[in-house]
Structure formats: C-alpha cells, structure tokens
C-alpha cells in the first residue's frame, strides 16, 4: 500500500514568491506521488492489488488566488489518480483524500483560525479524517471528502461558473489573509 500524504503549500501574491519554492511545491505535490506510484505499480504487476491513497485537498476543485499552484497541484493529484485509477484497474485501487483544513501544525491551526467561523466548521480532525478516509479506501472509494459542510460547499460551489467563483475566492481570501 501506499499513503501519499506529502505536500507542501504555499499561500500569498504569486509574483511575490521565489521561484524556487513554487518549484517545490509543483516537484512535492505532483511528482513525488506519481512517482511513488510508478515504481510500486511496476513492481506488483504479478502480485495482489496495490492500495494507494493519494491526499489532495478541497483546494483541487477550485481556482483559488492566492494559493494558484497549490489548489492546481492538487487538481493535477485529482485528475492523475482518478485517470491511473482506471488505467490500473485489477492492478491497483487509487483513492483519493480531499479534506479542508486540517490542523497538523501550530501555522495552520493559525491559518484555520484567520479564516474565522469558515475555516472553523470546515476543518476536521486528522484522526477522524484518516478514519474515514481507511474505510472509503477499503471500499475502493474513488474520492473522500471528509465532512458534510464540506460536500455541501463544494456542492453548491458547482453551481458558480469558475471565473466568477476565482473572483469570490480572491475577495474573501484576499481579505482575511490581508492580500487585498
């Protein structure tokens, strides 16, 4: 089995980053995974089904200023593990993990915190997160988003065409992180 849970995230004006950590971020979130994957899929080819789990986030679904490359590296995850899915089918199950917010670290438990009562009612547990995400991979699952307030965001988030959905997103991102 593998659990891809690697990623790096970086927030803020795009033309304000180094180049070097956008680098990182793409190399992290998009080939480190894939190329995981590659190596194991090679290697079971005559053995029992691969188990992968692939984390993305809730980023993946949409165009999000601020965190441009993360929230697209995240779509790349998305669209490459549910494709690979197929590909591999009878070789390897692929699920995928989309959460919101999670707070693994004292910077995004302050990130979640600078979001106010969304970033609150949107953010999980890690532990109940990786329940749910066990028990949706072993149904072979194709895609977990933890959380009901969560799928029902992205629902309704299915009704706005995407640019104007971008230009919502940089207004209340933009905002509450003081880049506006």
């Given at each position: 089995?593998?659990?891809?849970?690697?990623?790096?995230e970086l927030e803020?004006?795009?033309?304000?980053?180094q180049?070097?950590?956008?680098?990182?971020?793409?190399?992290?979130?998009?080939?480190?995974?894939?190329r995981?994957?590659?190596?194991?899929?090679?290697?079971?080819?005559?053995?029992?089904?691969?188990?992968?789990i692939?984390?993305?986030?809730?980023?993946?679904?949409?165009?999000?200023?601020?965190?441009?490359?993360?929230?697209?590296?995240?779509?790349f995850?998305?669209?490459?593990?549910?494709?690979?899915r197929?590909?591999?089918r009878?070789?390897a199950?692929?699920?995928?993990?989309?959460?919101?917010?999670?707070?693994?670290?004292?910077?995004r438990?302050e990130?979640?915190?600078?979001?106010?009562?969304?970033?609150?009612?949107?953010?999980?547990?890690t532990?109940?997160?990786?329940?749910?995400?066990?028990d949706?991979?072993?149904?072979g699952?194709?895609?977990?988003?933890?959380?009901?307030?969560?799928?029902?965001?992205?629902?309704v988030?299915?009704?706005?065409?995407?640019?104007?959905?971008?230009?919502?997103?940089?207004r209340?991102?933009?905002?509450?992180?003081?880049?506006a």
């Amino acid at each position: 089995a593998l659990v891809n849970v690697a990623g790096v995230e970086l927030e803020g004006p795009f033309a304000d980053k180094q180049w070097n950590g956008l680098l990182a971020l793409m190399r992290v979130n998009m080939e480190a995974g894939i190329r995981l994957m590659h190596a194991l899929a090679g290697m079971r080819a005559d053995r029992e089904e691969l188990r992968v789990i692939n984390t993305a986030s809730l980023a993946a679904f949409f165009p999000m200023p601020y965190k441009a490359l993360y929230a697209a590296s995240k779509a790349f995850i998305m669209s490459a593990s549910l494709a690979l899915r197929e590909e591999l089918r009878g070789r390897a199950t692929i699920t995928v993990l989309c959460p919101a917010g999670m707070p693994t670290t004292p910077a995004r438990v302050e990130a979640i915190d600078a979001q106010g009562a969304i970033g609150r009612i949107t953010t999980m547990n890690t532990s109940e997160v990786a329940r749910v995400t066990y028990d949706a991979a072993m149904r072979g699952k194709p895609v977990v988003i933890p959380g009901i307030i969560n799928r029902v965001i992205l629902a309704v988030s299915r009704a706005i065409p995407k640019p104007i959905l971008a230009t919502l997103i940089a207004r209340r991102w933009g905002s509450v992180r003081g880049y506006a």
